[in-house]
């Protein structure tokens, strides 16, 4: 038994579950949905954790982009809404909070690899390089998901007064 590899594993778990969950979450908009993902790609990586290399989150990230697009393919079709999740006010706080969940529920009605595109650059703040790296694409796959994928989110979220939100990157 590799007690190193593992005490790496567990270390690194420890270390960025809350960052990775909060991807999983933005790649399947539900907490449920995205605990599992996250849970059964930690359980696939430690298998294969001594191969992963120097650069294990990239590797994770891709593991989840990867296991989030295939779940979205097998999607479940028994699942339905039987409410409105949010019933926006005319007040700001409200306000915003009614432009993010117009903003979730747009991201959740891409398509996963624009998703996932819109997901590791604006949200995860990479590269164009860096999210092709973790998707295994093209740096101009990247660009035309991107684009494409804004410009859907434009389109959904167009009537809103900030416009400024969708494709905006962040400052932290």
Not at 77 to 89: F, N, R, Y
């Amino acid at each position: 038994m590799d007690v190193g590899g593992r005490h790496d594993f567990e270390e690194f778990v420890r270390g960025r579950s809350t960052a990775l969950l909060r991807t999983a979450y933005l790649l399947t908009g539900d907490r449920g949905h995205a605990e599992d993902l996250l849970q059964g790609v930690f359980e696939r990586v430690s298998r294969r954790w001594p191969s992963v290399g120097d650069a294990p989150e990239a590797y994770v990230r891709r593991a989840l982009t990867n296991a989030a697009t295939n779940r979205w393919r097998r999607r479940r079709l028994h699942e339905v809404a039987l409410t409105d999740v949010h019933q926006p006010t005319s007040e700001p706080a409200e306000h915003q909070l009614a432009l993010r969940d117009e903003l979730m529920r747009g991201l959740m009605s891409l398509p996963p690899r624009q998703r996932a595109v819109l997901v590791l650059r604006f949200f995860e703040d990479m590269t164009e390089a860096e999210t092709a790296a973790a998707m295994g694409c093209s740096i101009g796959t990247v660009k035309s998901q991107a684009s494409r994928g804004l410009d859907r989110l434009r389109a959904l979220v167009g009537d809103n007064d900030d416009q400024s939100a969708v494709g905006a990157r962040s400052e932290r």
